[in-house]
């Protein structure tokens, strides 16, 4: 009897220890960054530089889609940024030396008009004064010479702004004009930019969905590539075992297909399990509970690795 119960206590124990191992096998795949790029507008595809499979370097280009009505936008951002530019060269030149002589000679005319008028004025007042003349001839002789007096002094107001120059206020207000054009255009062309899809990181093209001539919707991925960076292991840890691993910690990981293990670091590890709170579990049901964290693989001959492989994080290196 008291052996029957010490091999139960035995296997009581073992149970125990199968319940909460220390280390274990934590599965998973071999993942890289995977970047979705987007379409900027609803246009068709007019050219596509890649192909599927392709490695690219950063900034290249990869996809162009149709321009469409920003073309327009582009010409008119364009025309204002002209106008602007031609206006302020005008002003800071100043007025041409024609224009000067024009209003010059304008200004002499007028004021020998205005003398003529003023002659004639005196002669019919003193006619009418003889009673020669009616008062209207007066009349009218007077608003001749008013007239041309008025003709002189706007002659005269004219060709004193042409020698004075262009006041600093209005080569200002164009200055100004013209930053804002240029503003408005810039603007105009950075979202033209949008419309050439370019890699944002070295890495593989994965897919392009669309193909040539397709006008695919806005925001819809029309490439899809795999970023070159650190390859990196996506595993789940057991509940049980979620206080061995933290940030930094090192462990072994072995990929399918590959007869050798490869170094990695756990570099992230989720702090909320999956799918169910672990407030409304009983202490039993908490031991099925998961965290994701991904390993990243230090070895450089990793970085050949096909995507999706799966893998085994087999031990925790101390």
Do not use: W
Not at 35 to 58: F, K, M, N
Not at 153 to 176: I, P, S, Y
Not at 181 to 192: D, G, K, P
């Amino acid at each position: 009897m008291r052996g029957a119960v010490c091999i139960v206590g035995v296997l009581l124990i073992v149970a125990g220890c199968s319940r909460y191992p220390r280390t274990a096998e934590l599965l998973g795949t071999l993942e890289r960054e995977r970047l979705e790029l987007t379409a900027e507008a609803h246009e068709p595809i007019i050219a596509i530089d890649v192909h599927e499979g392709e490695q690219v370097a950063a900034g290249a280009r990869l996809l162009a889609l149709s321009l469409g009505g920003m073309q327009s936008r582009l010409d008119q951002a364009t025309a204002r940024v002209s106008a602007a530019q031609q206006r302020l060269s005008e002003l800071v030149k100043g007025p041409r030396a024609q224009q000067i002589i024009e209003a010059r000679a304008a200004s002499e005319a007028a004021r020998s008009s205005f003398t003529t008028e003023s002659n004639e004025f005196q002669r019919v007042q003193d006619m009418v004064q003889r009673n020669l003349l009616s008062h209207s001839a007066l009349d009218q002789a007077r608003a001749r010479r008013d007239t041309a007096s008025s003709s002189q002094r706007q002659a005269q107001a004219r060709l004193d702004l042409l020698l004075e120059g262009t006041r600093r206020e209005e080569v200002e207000q164009a200055a100004a004009a013209l930053k804002q054009a240029e503003a408005a255009l810039q603007e105009v062309r950075t979202s033209a930019e949008r419309y050439v899809v370019r890699a944002p990181r070295a890495g593989r093209i994965e897919a392009i969905p669309y193909k040539l001539g397709e006008p695919p919707p806005v925001a819809a991925p029309v490439i899809v590539m795999l970023a070159d960076a650190t390859t990196f292991a996506r595993v789940h840890v057991p509940q049980l075992l979620r206080g061995q691993f933290a940030a930094g910690t090192k462990v072994a990981v072995k990929v399918d297909g590959q007869p050798a293990t490869f170094a990695g670091v756990v570099r992230f590890i989720a702090s909320q399990a999956d799918f169910t709170p672990y407030y409304s579990l009983t202490e039993e049901d908490r031991t099925r509970l998961s965290y994701l964290a991904e390993i990243d693989l230090t070895d450089p001959s990793a970085e050949a690795l096909p995507t999706g492989v799966p893998v085994q994080v087999l031990q925790a290196q101390q």
